[in-house]
């Protein structure tokens, strides 16, 4: 299996600053067919089902705002969330869909400092 | 408004089985794939497996391999996922999710709608 390995574990962020989640992957998810990069991150509240906010690494889904962003390549990705705001708090993960099983990093919590 | 409907939540005693549904509403189930995930109580989501609405064809998470089955009823309208020889670790939310790209034939994909899941609760 590939392991999805996130940092920090948890964060806090002042109201309108930047706030930076990492991940990595324990091999690859560079897909060498079409050179994309099989890397998702998504949002969870508390209570609700996780919801994509990226996909393919740097691809926001549709109706997403646009403070949130994503990058990386190979095995180091990042989710980055410009001028947080107070809906933003939730715990993230990232997932690699690149193999079966399609495997979740442990999650960070973001909170309001 | 595109969104998946789960069954209610279930209770079992360990060694039991539990079924769960998932339909879709405002698309067409059979375009797109189908994912089973879960989530215990404070972890990680978990994947479990897949289905090709369309054709039918599976995939299990060798962790499960020989307790899961993903299945489609006749008119591809509801997805079922069960579960047997249940433990008392299985207790979780289930979720089914929807595989993002229309027509795809493999389960490499994010999961862009998610049902809003089901408890089951494994008690003796």
């Known amino acids: 299996d590939i392991m999805m390995t996130q940092s920090p574990d948890s964060l806090a962020v002042s109201l309108g600053e930047r706030a930076t989640i990492n991940c990595r992957s324990s091999?690859?998810?560079?897909?060498?067919?079409?050179?994309?990069?099989?890397l998702a991150w998504y949002q969870q509240k508390s209570g609700q089902s996780p919801k994509l906010l990226i996909s393919w690494a740097s691809t926001r889904e549709s109706g997403v705002p646009d403070r949130f962003s994503g990058s990386g390549s190979g095995t180091d990705f990042t989710l980055t969330i410009n001028s947080l705001q107070a809906e933003d708090v939730a715990i993230y993960y990232c997932q690699q869909y690149y193999s079966t099983p399609q495997t979740f990093g442990q999650g960070t919590r973001l909170d309001i400092k | 408004q595109v969104r998946l409907v789960q069954s209610g939540a279930e209770v079992r005693k360990p060694g039991a089985s539990v079924t769960i549904s998932c339909k879709a509403a405002g698309y067409t189930l059979s375009d797109y794939g189908i994912h089973w995930v879960r989530q215990a109580p404070g972890q990680r989501p978990e994947w479990m497996g897949w289905?090709?609405?369309?054709?039918?064809?599976?995939k299990y998470s060798y962790k499960l391999q020989g307790r899961v089955t993903i299945t489609r009823d006749n008119y591809a309208t509801t997805v079922y996922m069960g579960l047997n020889r249940l433990r008392f670790d299985d207790t979780a939310v289930y979720f089914c999710?929807?595989?993002?790209?229309?027509?795809?034939?493999?389960?490499?994909?994010?999961?862009?709608?998610w049902g809003h899941g089901t408890l089951v609760t494994v008690s003796s």
């Open positions: 091999q690859s998810v560079l897909h060498d067919s079409n050179k994309r990069h099989y």
């Open positions: 289905i090709n609405v369309d054709k039918g064809n599976t």
């Open positions: 999710a929807r595989g993002l790209r229309k027509d795809n034939h493999d389960s490499f994909d994010p999961f862009d709608i």
